[in-house]
């Protein structure tokens, strides 16, 4: 039976293969192996093109909807650091002074000045033209 995916349905199996390290052929016989999939929290018989010609619809809805969502990996402690120290400096920046902004973005414009030299003298291209 022909299945038909969307280009973002067949990037995602794509990766659902490589994470895997297997063809897209055995990411979706694996999905399809058993004759049950849980979606959105109910199982759902897939049937065969024989016992059902809107079967080919169905799975196509199924894979499309949920079966090739790609897996977002629970971020590690340090991960989770770098978010927490993000989230601190937005916090201080947002309770900054007009004086205090206007120091912070002299310093910046320092910093990127004293970049640009380094390369400069290195023989580099500017960072910040």
């Not at 990766?15 to 055995?26: G, I």
């Not at 979706?28 to 192996?33: F, G, P, R």
């Amino acid at each position: 039976m022909p299945l038909t995916l969307t280009p973002d349905q067949e990037r995602k199996l794509k990766a659902k293969a490589a994470r895997a390290h297997k063809s897209m052929d055995a990411v979706l016989d694996d999905l399809l192996s058993d004759n049950t999939e849980i979606l959105n929290g109910a199982t759902y018989p897939i049937f065969s093109p024989h016992d059902n010609p809107g079967a080919a619809h169905i799975m196509q809805e199924a894979l499309a909807d949920n079966l090739l969502q790609a897996a977002k990996p629970a971020p590690d402690a340090e991960s989770l650091a770098l978010i927490a120290m993000l989230r601190q400096w937005r916090e201080e920046d947002a309770a900054m002074s007009e004086e205090e902004l206007e120091e912070s973005e002299k310093d910046w414009q320092e910093l990127k000045a004293n970049f640009n030299e380094n390369r400069r003298r290195n023989g580099e291209e500017p960072l910040f033209p």
